[in-house]
């Protein structure tokens, strides 16, 4: 079993910037590929952005290229999600998740999560 609890979240400007953090618990993220995902009130869940434990590998939606970075410490088995230039598009609950063994463009297109965190509100707005 792998907990996720993001945090990190909250009430932003546009233009403004947040990092969330997903701290994994239980087991190692080793062969496991982490993503953050969100999902806007009446829209469905999309992803964000996916992270290969493995190698460091990264995909990124459309939407968050240029501006989200995604980072990992393996030490402290915690992903990160850095959001610079925040819109007020970009308002959703986010959630980390996890995915057993695939890869990063399988688990942002494709997902078939293992593991979901509790997901943490993002808000921009003036």
């Known amino acids: 079993q792998v907990q996720l609890v993001e945090s990190g979240g909250g009430l932003v400007q546009p233009g403004g910037s947040l990092r969330l953090s997903c701290a994994a618990s239980?087991?190692?993220?080793?062969?496991?590929?982490i993503g953050w995902f969100r999902q806007a009130p009446g829209k469905e869940r999309e992803a964000v952005v996916c992270i290969s434990s493995s190698d460091g590998s990264t995909y990124y939606a459309d939407s968050a290229k240029g501006r989200f970075t995604i980072s990992r410490d393996i030490a402290k088995n915690t992903v990160y999600l850095e959001m610079n230039r925040l819109k007020p598009e970009d308002t959703a609950v986010y959630y980390c998740?996890?995915?057993?063994?695939?890869?990063?463009?399988?688990?942002?297109?494709?997902?078939?999560?293992?593991?979901w965190g509790q997901g943490t509100q993002v808000t921009v707005s003036s």
């Open positions: 239980g087991r190692s993220l080793d062969y496991y590929t």
């Open positions: 998740a996890a995915e057993w063994i695939t890869t990063v463009q399988g688990m942002c297109i494709t997902p078939r999560i293992d593991y």
